[in-house]
């Protein structure tokens, strides 16, 4: 029995009983030092978030032979047993998500509290992990700030195991007396059920919606079944062992584990039956228990490791906050400021081990007032109150700025009608990086500016990979003779604004044909899965069809390409992403349709990330939103295409200069809010450019069909 070690996660006790082992602890250090150094330095380290998995099978590991040494008989047993992982774990996550909120009110942008109040609250009710599965796997939420609190998903798939698991082996253990079989027979049968069951699903699920597949408990349970499955052969089987056998064993768990942190990276589809590596590496490690003197207890041991695996817990707790909130005090979070971080991460967690994991608890266990459940109440109701205060500070700052109207307004009394929006870029206006810094408002405010998106969205117009692109949307706009369809991905949609109010001014009927994350290209792009990667392959051909079935007039295309060309780099898919374009353009002007293929937009995220939160942390200066043109301005294959195929039928529109001058890409132009995320263009900027999409698109085209009213 481990009964010093029935967590996932380190507390200290002195002086250790017989039955510790310290290879554990060690092990311990591993998964949060990988982990830690992935955060930080994430390209030297490219697997380290396999660290979680190590966790994952040490929690069932030590918590399964917890229970079948004690196993709960009634529900007081099982009451028992939650309140005892209250006191060891939740006080010091209390503290940090309390630190972090009084954090994020002290020197985070209003343009996050809402989202980070949010999760705030997830973190403290631990279902974090299904929060950002139902949120963030989002293709709108690609450009949101990564929050303080979401290391917490981790952990609340944890306390989700806790949570069930002292009921499912307590049922096993008493159906096994009830029925005069063994406890530890039918202990393991259980958990070998959970541990297929949870494995195939696992697999299944990271290859059909692997966003939402990475932070589920149910693709995760066979992670701690894994460890619960060596705690339930038995004490025997893991018992400590010197034979040679078990010392290969063990090396063999600790190459597994290196393979996979050095080896493995983020675009791995995951868990599924790569998370295979590291975790039954680290469950070999557990069975073979090995203590022969060439082991790798010869580092595990020592006191390095047993000093960061007694910590490991507030560590993982404090790095993930500091990491986040720490760059909005510096200009350059480099080296220097890493080191920094890292050096007062191991700081608070030691106060926090001395302090709240020993001492706190210490108090609890011998307080009248203060139990376990009270705290448990108290402490969760106060930071639901706190957090949830963020979210309704942000709910009233973006009702006092709904009125776009009067805050543009506003901005174009100051700055002058020649200097508003777009003609903020004009020779007759001060320079750009001046106009932006002499008014300390932008229009849309940055809290509203992150929703100031075409209606597109909300009318549903977009494909997505959720359904690997087999749910096509045709959204009509506008009724006219003249046909028209805007055809692309995100970048296509941003235009819908502009391209409406042309469509209304010329009597067009406008379709739309777009697709989230996917450049409407007959080409085969990276994806998640090969169902994904499938279905934009198909969509794309899919338009063409509709495009000769329909018979349109003019046919507007703009795509972002940020999937690479399937077993290709995004730069080595450049040239054969141009060739395809080329085919496809020509396929759609031989339907008799004028080509438009607007370039594509510059792409804030490259360097300074979201744009609405970067302008709220700089309120006063907006020159830290800015960028080189050549850093923002990506390539456009489909751009490329059309000076290929030089056909007068299919042209180039090149807006970019409403966004950039010579040397430098702008995030507020003439005091308007240019972007609602890291590369969309806002709905109140795109519809200040109709005027000139209108005017270049009637230079490009000589059609009088197309523009009666023009003089060409």
Sequence with gaps: ???????????????????????????????????????????????????????????GFLITSHLISKPPKNVADVGRFWMRRVKRLIPASFVVILCSVVGIWLIAPTTVWQDWGLQAIAATFYFQNWFLALTKVDYLAEGDAVSPFQHFWSLSAEEQFYFVWPILIGALVIVALRFQRKPGTMALAGVGTVFAVSLGYSIYATATDPGSAYFSTFTRAWEFSAGALVAALGTKIHAAKKDWVSLVGAWGGV???????????????????????????????LLSHSTHKYSPNIFLNTRI????????????????????????????????QKIIALALTLVLAVLTQKLVEVRFRKFIDTSVLLS?????????????LVAGSFYLTSTRIIRNAENVDAALASVQKELGEDCFGPEGLSDSCDDPQTLQTSYESAAPAPVVAKEDKPRVYADDCFSGAGTDFATRPVCNYVHGKIKVALVGNSHAGQWFPAIDKVAKAHGWSLDTYLASRC?????????????????????????TKQFEKEDYDLIISSNRFAQ?????????????????????????????????????????????????????????????????????????????????????????????????????????????????????????????????????????????????????
């Excluded at 376990?372 to 639901?384: D, K, M, T």
């Excluded at 080189?628 to 195929?645: G, S």
């Excluded at 430098?664 to 308007?672: E, I, K």
Aim: net charge negative; proline share 7%.
């Design 1 to 59: 029995m481990l009964s010093n070690q029935d967590l996932p996660l380190p507390i200290q006790r002195d002086p250790r009983p017989r039955a510790f082992r310290a290879d554990i602890q060690g092990l311990r250090a591993i998964a949060v030092g990988i982990v830690v150094l992935y955060h930080f330095w994430g390209h030297y380290l490219p697997g380290g978030f396999v660290g979680v998995d190590v966790f994952f099978v040490i929690s």
């Design 255 to 285: 190459l597994a584990l290196a393979f996979s942190a050095l080896a493995f990276s983020g675009e791995m589809p995951f868990p599924g039956y790569i998370a295979a590596v590291p975790v039954l590496g680290t469950a070999l490690l």
């Design 305 to 336: 490791f047993q000093f960061f695996g007694d910590n490991s817990y507030a560590i993982y707790l404090w790095h993930w906050p500091l990491l986040i909130l720490m760059p909005y005090l510096v200009d350059d979070f480099g080296w220097p």
């Design 372 to 384: 376990a459940p009270r705290f448990l109440a108290a402490g969760s109701l106060v930071l639901a």
């Design 519 to 543: 450049a409407v290209l007959d080409a085969p792009q990276e994806f998640e899965s090969e169902e994904d990667v499938q279905g934009c392959n198909d969509y794309a051909r899919w338009a």
């Design 564 to 712: 690479p060309l399937a077993g290709r780099t995004l730069a080595e898919s450049e040239a054969p992403g141009r060739d395809a374009y080329e085919e496809m353009l020509q396929d759609w002007s031989d339907t008799g349709a004028e080509v438009a293929v607007i370039r594509d937009t510059p792409w804030p995220g490259s360097t300074v990330g979201n744009i609405p939160d970067c302008v709220a942390a700089n309120s006063s200066d907006y020159k830290d939103c800015s960028a080189a043109a050549d850093e923002w301005i990506p390539m456009d294959p489909q751009a490329e295409a059309v000076k290929a195929l030089d056909d007068p039928d299919v042209v180039n529109i090149d807006m970019n200069d409403q966004l950039c001058d010579d040397t430098t890409c702008y995030p507020v132009v003439g005091g308007v809010m240019a972007y609602w995320d890291h590369s969309h263009l806002s709905e109140t900027y795109v519809q200040m450019l109709a005027k000139t999409v209108d005017s270049r698109l009637q230079k490009a085209i000589d059609s009088k069909e197309l523009f009666p009213g023009s003089s060409s």
